[in-house]
Every structure is written in C-alpha cells, then in structure tokens.
C-alpha cells in the first residue's frame, strides 16, 4: 500500500466530478485529472488511488447520464416537431 502523500490531482478529480452534478462539462474535468492522477500515483507510489478511482467513476456516470438526458430531450423535440408537421 503507498504511504506517499496524498495525490492532489486526485483530489481535483473528485472535487471536478463532484462539481460536475451542477456545471456537467466538469465531469469530464475530472475523468481527464482521474486518469492523470492514477498514473501519477502508480509512477510515484502515493497515496489517494481511491479519491482518482472515486473521481472516474463518478465522472463517467455524470457523462453517461448527461449523454441519455441529451438523447431523450432529442427525441422529444424530434416526436413535437413531427406531431406538429401533421397539424
């Protein structure tokens, strides 16, 4: 287990990912500094793999989540635009 201090840029990509629920670009902020810090942290042996991993997987699901809310409000405009063509 590394006992180096804690990575910050995993600390970023949590705080990013977290910031991410609010301002959605940030999300993929913190997937960028996630699997910069993981890197980071294998190469120097610090500590803070959890916060890296933690950020990734919360910024992938806020990505995921934008990308299906995008798809869906796409689809409603789409169906209302139709509708209103045979009106």
Known sequence: MPQGPINLMALAAFALSVLGTLVPPAALGG???GHLAR???RRRRESGDSWALAGLILGYLLILL???????FGGFVAT???IMAFM
């Open 31 to 33: 997937v960028v500094c």
């Open 66 to 72: 934008s990308l299906a809310g995008l798809l869906l």
């Open 39 to 41: 890197r980071q942290i």
């Open 80 to 82: 209302m635009f139709s």
